[in-house]
């Protein structure tokens, strides 16, 4: 039986620039696939058609660049690249920052209960 995965940070990236990190305590991931049902003509029996695929997530906590925020506002994709205490890394790639409640300071943004949306997932070992 292989470890289970646990991860305890992530980091906001766009491109290869980091430009964020977040606390896992207490945040989730979720994966989801919309299926249609086609009725054909008839009495066909419904055909099951497969849609699109979700990764979504939240952090409880998380830091993003002041510099960057903006361009979150915009909503520019980005990478969340979740790393456990040791072992592999699972990736949300395209992501879309969305929903969050926030406080300002100097130099950062500490954003709160923050959900995201991507479009692909990758593990790497």
């Known amino acids: 039986m292989s470890t289970p995965f646990r991860p305890t940070t992530a980091t906001i990236k766009y491109g290869n620039t980091t430009v ?3 606390l896992i305590v207490g945040s989730s991931l979720n994966f989801s696939l919309d299926v249609d049902e086609f009725y054909g003509m008839g009495d066909q029996d419904p ?3 497969k849609g699109h695929k979700h990764y979504g997530g939240r952090f409880r906590k998380a830091w ?3 510099s960057f925020f903006n361009d979150a506002l915009a909503g520019y994709v980005c990478d969340i690249v979740f790393t456990p205490v040791a072992g592999k890394t699972l990736t949300v790639k395209n992501a879309i920052l969305r929903v969050w409640d926030f406080t300002m300071d100097e130099d950062a943004v500490v954003l709160e209960n ?3 949306v991507g479009d692909d997932i990758d593990v790497s070992p």
């Open 114 to 116: 923050m959900d995201f």
């Open 47 to 49: 055909t099951l058609i």
């Open 20 to 22: 964020g990190n977040g």
């Open 64 to 66: 993003l660049d002041h």
